[in-house]
């Protein structure tokens, strides 16, 4: 069921499948809005309640009016489900945020999948790669921001968009949140340091064709989270659920498995 979650200064789109059980919360990339889901959510739906929820600014969420923080946000969305834990899978910009609760309220989180995890106070971004985004947004070059993004984030899909229509329109269609939450959205505290902390059973799957930073900071992520499983997806880049959705919904269920 689709429903507006009010959170601060704000609102949010989400969907409930609703069921019983622990309940899966899926966190999208930054690369990405809930529909990037799509692909895994009948595997996910027929087995689990799963709720998915657009970050402000982000697919069908509204853009920031005030000051947030992503991890505050996620809190709310608990709340307003009245859900005392969750199973958190989080991709890319999700998975950051899924850390950061499970370090600020671990009694909340029962276990993290973690796909191409960020994690804040680690910045995976390539040398230069703001400045040419800023560049190619003062020129209003959105598509070439989109060949940028995907020939650094998306090599599996061929690197551009004409190779990879699917990727490319995701990040069409989120370019707009990464300008209009600038100055909106506060940095929620660093989390990378503090990984060795994390309670939950973890999973953290990278993808082999991932841009070689994020790669890296995978490997010590998952070196860093107390017994987390680190699985590698040798045909996959940033996009996890788009390349491999079926391996993705069983290292899901693996993890579910072991939530607690």
Partial sequence: METIVPVSNGELWADDSGGH??????????VGDSTIWDLVLPALTARHRVIRYD?????????????????????????HFELARAVLVGSSMGGATSISLALHSPDR?????????????YDSAPPGFYE????????????GIVRLVLGIWGRAGGGTPEAD???????????????????????????????????APALLALGELDEPEVVRCNEEMADR??????VRLAACDHYPTLREPETVVQLI????????
């Avoid at 059980?21 to 930054?30: A, D």
């Avoid at 329109?169 to 707009?176: S, Y």
């Fill in 132 to 143: 040419e985004v800023g560049k190619l947004a003062t020129a209003d070059d959105i598509e």
């Fill in 225 to 230: 989270i107390p017994d987390c499983r680190l």
């Fill in 21 to 30: 059980g622990l309940p899966l919360i899926l966190l999208h990339p930054g």
């Fill in 55 to 79: 970050s402000r600014g982000y697919g069908r969420s509204p853009g920031p009016a005030a000051v947030y923080s992503l991890v505050e946000d996620l809190a709310e969305v608990l709340d």
């Fill in 109 to 121: 989180v029962a276990g993290l999948a973690l796909f191409a995890p960020g994690a804040t106070g």
């Fill in 165 to 199: 229509p699917v990727a490319a329109a995701q990040l069409r269609g989120v370019l707009p949140a990464w300008f209009s939450t600038v100055g909106h959205q506060r940095t929620d505290a660093p989390a990378f340091h503090r990984l060795g902390e994390i309670a």
């Fill in 253 to 260: 269920e693996q993890l579910y498995a072991d939530a607690r």
